[in-house]
């Protein structure tokens, strides 16, 4: 039995998703404190880069399915962290805009973000941080 779990454990599949699990369980926690959940910290990321991203382009950058992120901007909407604004070019697509407070709690979460980065970084060295963003790239 022993023989066969360390076997499973040693799947790279496995250990994947252990580590997703840990990082988004601490990562939740840190965002928490804001209010915010990963989901909507991935949304805010994408719209703080500045490009105007149409909301398919918008769930597959913030890694979420279209209807999810529809019913998730509804809520920031509700929630005064996002607005959305009928495109000049093309009226049929709609952009979305980071508001003022989307703008001060974006800097809040990313400090709590930065800190999750901080506390991986004090886990790996440089080297294998570098390694590891590229090898994961390479598997999306």
Known sequence: MSAQKKHFEHHLSYVLAAAHRSINQSLTERLKKHGIKIEAWRVMECLDAGERLTMGELADRALLNPPTLTKLVDRMVLDGLVHRKVADEDHRQINLLLTSLGRIRMIQIRQE??????????????????MLREALAKLC
Not at 122 to 127: F, I, R, S
């Open 113 to 130: 973000v930065d800190a999750q980065d901080q506390s991986l970084a004090d886990v790996l060295d440089t080297t294998s941080i570098d």
